[in-house]
C-alpha cells in the first residue's frame, strides 16, 4: 500500500513539477524507490498521505531541533498568522529575531535577514568582496553553499547524490574566482592562499562539513583559517546554516571557540519556516544597503510568521538548553549502531557531533540503499541520501531510539547475506 500510494502521488507530481519534486534528494533518487508524500507530522514522527508512521531523523534537514509541530511554536504561529501574514514594512518581531541572534553568536554585531541560507551566503561573499575589493574566494570541496552560480563547484550532497559534476546553465565566467580546496588540508590551503592572497577576497567553510557527510575540522584547522584570513586581509566566512543551534546555541564557532568575520544562518533560526540571515563586524555589515553601496532585498525578509517561529524556537533552546543531553544521546544512539555493524561483521563508520550524525558503509557505500529502505519498510525515517547528515531531536524518546537501534541490528544482519 506504501508503494503504490507513494508511486501514485509521485507519477503526479512529475506531470506538473520537475522530476516530481521541489528540491532534488527528495527525489529518492540516490537510494531508488518512490519518495515518502507526507501528510502531517508531530513530535519526532512524520505521517505519510499512505497512513504509515515514521520515525523522522531528517527533521527538515535538521531545521527541527525541538521536533514537528512543538506546542509553543505553533501556538505562536496561530496567533501571529491571525495579526496578517506579509506586511512588506518593518516590524517589531524583526528586531527581537535580530537581538536574539546577535546575543547568542559571538561573531555578529549586526545581522540581516533573508528568505533561505542561498541568499544569505550570496549577500555575505558579495559583502567580502566589497570589503576587500577583491574578486575571488576559497570553498572546500563536498561543501554545499546554497545555488548560486559561482558556489556550485563540487558542491556536497546534492550534486553527489545525483552524479552532477557542474550545474549546467553556469557559464565558466562565473566559477573562474571559486577556488576549491580539500577539506582539512592545511599545506593546500596554505599555498593556495599565500599564491592568490592579492585577489582573495573570503574564505567560506561550513565549520563541520555536514553536506557530503558529516566531516569535523581536524584539530586547530578552523584557527587556521582565522589566523591566513588575518594575515592577508581576507574575510572568513561560516556557513552555520546547519550548525547554527544545532550544536550549540553560540553554533559551531561558539563550540570551537573561532569567531569568523561573516556568518551564514538558516534553519533553526526559523523554526521550520523559511528563513537565513547573515551577520558578523559591524564594519562590514554597513556596508550594506541603504546605509551602503551593497545591495541586496526581499520582499518577505523578515516575514512575520516566519520570524515569530524563530523567536519562539529561539527562546526554548535558550531557556532549555538542551545541548548536553542532546549531545549525549546522540553519542550514544551513534556507538550502539556501531557496535551492532561491529556484531554483523559489516564494517560501518559513525560521524557525529552534537545531535547531527551520518553512516559511511566502508567497503561498499551502495549498502546503503538496502539500509535505507530497511528502516523506511519499518516505520524509520533516515535523510535519503548516504552523502547528507541526520538529526535527534529534543522530542526523540528513549523507545524512539531503541525501536530504530532493534530495526537497525535486524537489518544489517540481512546485508550480510
Known amino acids: 500500500m506504501v508503494k503504490i500510494i507513494s508511486k501514485k502521488l509521485f507519477d503526479e507530481a512529475r506531470k506538473f513539477i520537475p522530476g516530481g519534486v521541489n528540491s532534488p534528494v527528495r527525489?529518492?533518487?540516490?537510494?531508488?524507490?518512490?519518495?515518502?508524500?507526507?501528510?502531517?507530522?508531530?513530535?519526532?514522527?512524520?505521517?505519510?498521505?499512505?497512513?504509515?508512521?515514521?520515525?523522522?531523523?531528517?527533521?527538515?534537514?535538521?531545521?527541527?531541533?525541538?521536533?514537528?509541530?512543538?506546542?509553543?511554536?505553533?501556538?505562536?504561529?496561530?496567533?501571529?498568522?491571525?495579526?496578517?501574514?506579509?506586511?512588506?514594512?518593518?516590524?517589531?518581531?524583526?528586531?527581537?529575531?535580530?537581538?536574539?541572534?546577535?546575543?547568542?553568536?559571538?561573531?555578529?554585531?549586526?545581522?540581516?535577514?533573508?528568505?533561505?541560507?542561498?541568499?544569505?551566503?550570496?549577500?555575505?561573499?558579495?559583502?567580502?568582496?566589497?570589503?576587500?575589493?577583491?574578486?575571488?574566494?576559497?570553498?572546500?570541496?563536498?561543501?554545499?553553499?546554497g545555488h548560486a552560480d559561482y558556489l556550485l563547484v563540487k558542491a556536497g550532497s546534492a550534486q553527489a547524490t545525483l552524479g552532477i559534476l557542474a550545474s549546467a546553465g553556469v557559464p565558466k565566467d562565473f566559477i573562474k574566482h571559486t577556488l576549491v580546496l580539500p577539506y582539512n588540508d592545511i599545506e593546500k590551503v596554505k599555498e593556495t592562499v599565500k599564491k592568490y592572497q592579492k585577489d582573495l577576497a573570503a574564505i567560506i567553510v561550513e565549520p563541520v562539513a555536514a553536506n557530503c557527510g558529516v566531516v569535523l575540522p581536524q584539530e586547530g584547522f578552523l584557527q587556521y583559517l582565522r589566523n591566513l584570513a588575518d594575515k592577508y586581509n581576507i574575510v572568513l566566512i561560516f556557513d552555520e546554516v546547519i550548525t547554527g543551534f544545532r550544536i550549540s546555541y553560540s553554533g559551531a564557532q561558539g563550540y570551537f571557540k573561532v569567531k569568523p568575520d561573516l556568518t551564514c544562518l538558516g534553519k533553526i533560526i526559523g523554526g521550520g519556516l523559511p528563513v537565513g540571515a547573515f551577520g558578523g563586524r559591524k564594519e562590514i555589515m554597513q556596508l550594506l544597503a541603504p546605509q551602503g553601496p551593497v545591495y541586496q532585498a526581499g520582499t518577505l525578509s523578515g516575514n512575520p510568521v516566519?520570524?515569530?517561529?524563530?523567536?519562539?524556537?529561539?527562546?526554548?533552546?535558550?531557556?532549555d538548553n538542551p545541548y548536553s543531553a542532546l549531545e549525549e544521546r546522540t553519542k550514544g544512539f551513534c556507538e550502539k549502531i556501531e557496535k551492532k555493524a561491529l556484531n554483523s561483521k559489516i564494517r560501518l563508520k559513525v560521524n557525529q557531533i552534537g545531535s547531527i550524525f551520518s553512516l559511511f558503509f566502508i567497503d561498499d557505500v551502495k549498502l546503503f540503499k538496502k539500509f535505507f529502505h530497511g528502516l523506511l519498510r519499518n516505520g524509520v525515517y533516515f535523510s535519503p541520501s548516504v552523502f547528507e547528515a541526520n538529526f535527534l531531536s529534543v522530542a526523540h524518546s528513549s523507545q524512539d531510539l531503541d525501536k530504530t537501534l532493534e530495526f537497525i541490528g535486524i537489518i544489517l544482519k540481512d546485508l550480510r547475506r
Open 27 to 145: 527525489s529518492f533518487q540516490a537510494v531508488g524507490g518512490y519518495p515518502v508524500f507526507v501528510k502531517e507530522a508531530r513530535g519526532s514522527k512524520i505521517y505519510g498521505e499512505c497512513g504509515k508512521e515514521f520515525i523522522d531523523y531528517c527533521l527538515s534537514w535538521g531545521a527541527l531541533i525541538l521536533g514537528h509541530a512543538h506546542p509553543e511554536v505553533t501556538e505562536v504561529l496561530l496567533e501571529t498568522i491571525k495579526k496578517g501574514t506579509s506586511f512588506g514594512t518593518a516590524t517589531r518581531l524583526e528586531i527581537e529575531l535580530a537581538k536574539l541572534i546577535v546575543e547568542a553568536i559571538p561573531s555578529i554585531e549586526q545581522v540581516r535577514l533573508t528568505n533561505s541560507g542561498t541568499e544569505a551566503v550570496m549577500t555575505a561573499i558579495r559583502l567580502a568582496r566589497a570589503y576587500t575589493k577583491k574578486d575571488k574566494i576559497v570553498k572546500f570541496a563536498g561543501a554545499y553553499h
Open 306 to 319: 516566519a520570524v515569530s517561529a524563530g523567536i519562539a524556537t529561539l527562546n526554548i533552546l535558550k531557556r
